[in-house]
């Protein structure tokens, strides 16, 4: 009930933004032409056209063209009639059903903050133990949708920064998840590298598996 409150109250939020400024006036924005509930695709039913008066900042968020938002997952329930924008969808690339989690790095283990969005990585992890450090590779090929939360383009200047990256399973967020937080870990660009056969199953330090 709180979920589908705020989704209602965002969307009063808009049409009472769109009533206090005609800036827009006469212009066609992308609306839902019927509800949709948080995970699903967007398709060419799901949508409409209507013209509406929006405050520039709105706006801005918002959509013109309904082959814009098409092929996109909807990350949050979407009712009839709600202005689409940007924040309510998948906005990197259409319908990614790739399980998807971000992590903190080191830009010195980024590759020294070259990545860029649609690369592909391998991921290393390097554990202490009681028997020595043990460097493993707990994902293979995964892809970067984002770099850095608040840009999309190249790591920023500072120390560390935030990947979001797509897996192949939810054993490899899991993996993941867990060498960011146990270990020290390593991004290794992959992009047009052939594979070298090399495992990329993942085992806990200590077992041998």
């Known amino acids: 009930m709180v979920g589908g409150f705020l989704v209602a109250a ?3 939020g808009v049409y009472v933004a769109a009533s206090r400024d005609t800036a827009t006036a006469g212009r066609s924005y992308v609306v839902m032409a019927r509800s949709l509930p948080a995970g699903e695709t967007i ?13 520039d900042g709105v706006a801005a968020h918002a959509f013109t063209d309904a082959g814009e938002v098409i092929g996109h997952l909807a990350l ?3 009712g009839e009639g709600v202005l689409v924008q940007d924040s309510a969808i998948a906005g990197d690339g259409v319908a990614d059903h790739r ?5 903190p790095v080191e830009r010195a283990r980024a590759v020294d903050g070259a990545l860029q969005p649609g690369e592909k990585v391998d991921v290393y992890a ?7 450090a043990r460097t493993l590779v707990v994902a293979r090929g995964a892809e970067v949708r984002r770099v850095d939360s608040g840009s999309r383009s190249a790591l920023n200047a500072s120390d560390s920064t935030v990947l979001v990256l797509a897996v192949a399973s939810a054993d490899e967020a899991l993996a993941v998840t867990h060498a960011s937080q146990a270990g020290k870990v390593t991004i290794v660009r992959s992009t047009g590298v052939r594979d070298a056969g090399t495992s990329s199953s993942y085992r806990p330090p200590g077992e041998d598996g």
């Open 76 to 78: 949050i329930p979407l």
């Open 126 to 132: 390097t554990f202490d133990g009681s028997g020595g």
């Open 99 to 103: 399980v998807q989690l971000s992590i």
């Open 10 to 12: 965002a969307a009063v």
């Open 43 to 55: 398709t060419a039913a799901d949508v409409r056209l209507a013209s509406l008066s929006l405050t």
